[in-house]
C-alpha cells in the first residue's frame, strides 16, 4: 500500500498535497457516472408506455449497466484494498469523521443496491448482460419477497442519490468557498491554482 498518511492532515489540502492515483480516480468517476445513469433511467422509463419497446430496452440496459457497477464495484473495492494511494484526511475533527461515514456508507449502499438489483431482476428470469449473455438465476424469489425487494430498491436509489447530492456539494465547497485542493486531488487531470 503506497499510504502517504504520514504527510500532516495540514497539507491534506496544501498546494503540496498529492493527488489520488490513476485507477482510483477512474473508478471513482466510472462509479458516478454509472450511479447517476442507472438513476436516470430508472426515473425517465416511468414516462414511456409500457408497450413501447422503448421502455425495455431502457430497461435492459439498466440491467446490463448494472452487471457493470457490480464488476466495477467489486474491482474499486479490491484496488482500494491493496495497493492503491491513500491521502491524509481533507477536514478535521467532525467533518472528517462525516465525510469517513458518508465514503463507508457509499460503499455499504451499493453493495446492498447492487445485491437487491441482482434478486430483482432474477425475479423476472435470466440476467441479460447487453445482448451477449445471460447470468441464469442461483435462486428462487417469491411474489412476496419481489415486492419487498422492488420497494427497498427504490428507497436505496433515493438515499444513494440524496448522499451523492451531498457529498459532491461538499466536494464543490471546498473548491469554491475553501479554495483548497480536495476536488483537485480526484480530478482526471492535475489542475493548477
Ligand atoms: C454517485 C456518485 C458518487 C459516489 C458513489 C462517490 C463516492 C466516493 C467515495 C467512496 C469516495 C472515497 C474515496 C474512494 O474510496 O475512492 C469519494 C471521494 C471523493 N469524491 Fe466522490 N462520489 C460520487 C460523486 C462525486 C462527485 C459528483 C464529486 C464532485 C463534484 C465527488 C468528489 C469527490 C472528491 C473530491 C473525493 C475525495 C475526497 C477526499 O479526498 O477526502 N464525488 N467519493
Ligand atoms: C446504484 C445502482 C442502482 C440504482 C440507483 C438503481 C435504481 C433503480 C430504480 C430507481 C428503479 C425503479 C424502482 C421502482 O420504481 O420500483 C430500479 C429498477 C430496477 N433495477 Fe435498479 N438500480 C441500481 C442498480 C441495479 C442493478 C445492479 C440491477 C441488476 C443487475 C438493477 C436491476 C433493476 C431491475 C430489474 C429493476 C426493475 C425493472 C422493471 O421495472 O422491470 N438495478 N432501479
Do not use: C, N
Request: charge should be positive; hydrophobic fraction near 60%; aromatic fraction near 10%.
Amino acid at each position: 500500500m503506497t499510504d502517504v498518511d504520514v504527510l500532516p492532515a495540514a497539507e491534506a489540502g496544501g498546494r503540496a498535497a498529492p493527488r489520488y492515483d490513476g485507477l482510483t480516480i477512474t473508478f471513482h468517476w466510472v462509479t458516478a457516472l454509472l450511479v447517476v445513469s442507472l438513476f436516470a433511467l430508472a426515473e425517465l422509463w416511468g414516462f414511456v408506455p409500457k408497450k413501447m419497446p422503448l421502455r425495455h430496452e431502457m430497461i435492459s440496459l439498466h440491467v446490463s449497466l448494472g452487471v457493470l457497477l457490480a464488476v466495477v464495484y467489486l474491482l474499486r473495492v479490491l484496488w482500494r484494498r491493496s495497493a492503491s494511494r491513500h491521502l491524509p484526511p481533507a477536514d478535521r475533527g467532525l467533518q472528517h469523521v462525516a465525510a469517513r461515514l458518508v465514503h463507508i456508507g457509499f460503499y455499504v449502499l451499493l453493495a446492498v443496491q447492487v445485491t437487491l438489483g441482482f434478486l430483482f431482476a432474477w425475479a423476472k428470469g435470466a440476467i441479460g448482460v447487453f445482448g451477449l449473455f445471460s447470468i441464469a438465476s442461483p435462486v428462487t424469489v417469491g411474489r412476496v419477497a419481489h415486492h419487498w425487494i422492488a420497494a427497498l430498491h427504490d428507497d436505496v436509489a433515493w438515499v444513494i442519490i440524496i448522499l451523492a447530492g451531498g457529498h459532491a456539494m461538499m466536494a464543490l465547497a471546498h473548491h469554491y468557498v475553501i479554495r483548497d485542493r480536495v476536488l483537485h486531488r480526484m480530478l482526471p487531470v492535475a489542475a493548477g491554482r
